[in-house]
């Protein structure tokens, strides 16, 4: 820049008098450019029906006292102890058994695994999703991830560059088509997981799969499919469970009170329990690869620390 304004100055005239400039003619201002929103192709008829159905069931779990968020009270109390073997039975034992059947739960003993990295998180939706539940969606994963966050201390961005952790708001007809996309964003995927994906039964709400590489206790993706035919609350409720569940809190347990690592519905958004059981997942004196008889002992100090303070 500065040789082009120097050869343009070499090239003035050397008058002593100024040359007498035309104004420039007015111009017209342009035209604002209008976005045109994104046509949204009509969910199909299997779609609409589900839509109905987890309606009726977000409609049936609030009747019965189900869906609570109030974070647990005075009618749940917990004690280390009962945190401390919460957080084994949550932590260090998967839902389904590698290989099997992931639409069956079937709690198999593991080890601890959680992110080592930076996560990447994209949020992406189906076709058939609505604009105003796009945003909302969008709005609730993003304010959650902050809180994922702080209670970990893992670093994690919204972006789609080269994501690592993808959450997916998908209506059956979108999902049903997912697997080629899914495929490409875990090369070597198993075919049992892609199953789980694509051929998620009515029952299962939402589902989250977390990869390793090389048989490492660390994770390197993440996948969380939920379904856009939910109602709000059903939606954010799947939000709160299966991205706490891709840190690494794999399991569900029966026992676990107020958490929303049970099966019972009792509690829709992540509870002070679950809270503690992220941090403990994430204490540095707890390390990736243990087994369960060796991160036992250490939990149970951990969580006697973080109910009643340092001993």
Same mark, same amino acid.
């Given at each position: ?23 420039? @003619? ?5 035209? @604002? ?17 589900? /839509?109905?159905?987890?309606? /009726? ?31 084994? &039975? ?45 945003? /909302? ?12 966050? &702080? ?9 789609? #560059? ?20 899914? /495929? #490409? ?9 892609? &199953? ?16 390793? @590489? ?14 856009? @035919?939910?109602?709000?609350?059903? &939606? ?76």
């Amino acid at each position: 820049m500065l040789v082009a304004l120097a050869a343009m100055a070499a090239c003035e005239p050397a008058v002593e008098t100024p040359p007498v400039q035309t104004p420039p @003619e007015p111009t017209s201002p342009a035209p @604002e450019m209008q976005m045109i929103p994104p046509v949204i192709p009509a969910a199909s008829a299997q779609s609409e029906a589900l /839509r109905v159905y987890y309606q /009726r069931l977000q409609n049936d779990l609030l009747t019965q006292g189900l869906l609570r968020g109030d974070g647990g009270g005075p009618d749940t109390p917990f004690t280390d102890v009962m945190l401390s073997r919460d957080f084994v &039975r949550i932590a260090l034992y998967d839902e389904y058994a590698p290989g099997g059947d992931a639409t069956q739960a079937d709690p198999t003993i593991s080890r601890l695994r959680r992110w080592d990295q930076p996560i990447r998180m994209n949020v992406a939706f189906g076709d058939t999703i609505p604009a105003t539940q796009r945003d /909302r969606d969008r709005a609730s994963v993003s304010a959650y991830a902050a809180r994922l966050s &702080r209670l970990t201390g893992v670093p994690i961005s919204q972006t789609s #560059a080269n994501p690592n952790f993808s959450v997916l708001f998908l209506n059956e007809d979108d999902r049903l088509a997912y697997a080629d996309k899914l /495929r #490409a964003f875990v090369p070597g995927i198993a075919d049992s997981s892609v &199953r789980a994906f694509i051929n998620m039964p009515r029952s299962t709400l939402c589902l989250v799969i977390a990869f390793s @590489e090389a048989n490492s206790p660390t994770y390197a993706k993440a996948v969380v499919v939920i379904r856009g @035919e939910h109602p709000d609350l059903l &939606r954010l409720s799947c939000i709160h469970e299966e991205l706490a569940q891709g840190m690494g809190l794999a399991n569900d347990s029966p026992q676990a009170r107020p958490s929303i690592f049970n099966d019972d519905d009792e509690f829709a958004l992540l509870t002070a329990h679950d809270e503690f059981l992220l941090k403990m997942l994430y204490d540095p004196r707890l390390t990736p690869g243990m087994s369960p008889a060796e991160a036992a002992p250490i939990a149970s100090q951990i969580a006697t620390e973080l109910l009643n303070g340092p001993v």
